[in-house]
């Protein structure tokens, strides 16, 4: 679902991604679930975290997927 809604265009790049607690409670999974899905799209080169206050994810690639 995270691949297609990059695919489809929700999100451009430089976006804020959704966060892993939004992710947790929007699917109803664990955070192991979450992170595996997350760190699977960072190793992609799709998403890009940023450290902070929080830990944020933004959309790095849109381009060619």
């Known amino acids: 679902f995270l691949l297609y809604q ?3 265009g929700d999100f451009k790049e430089g976006d804020k991604f959704y966060s892993e607690a939004e992710l947790k409670k929007r699917f109803d999974v664990s955070s192991a679930t979450v992170i595996k899905a997350i760190n699977e799209l960072v ?5 890009v975290r940023q450290q902070g206050r ?3 994810y933004h959309v790095l690639v849109v381009a060619n997927l």
């Open 6 to 8: 990059l695919k489809n």
């Open 54 to 56: 929080e830990l944020l």
């Open 43 to 47: 190793s992609k080169g799709l998403l």
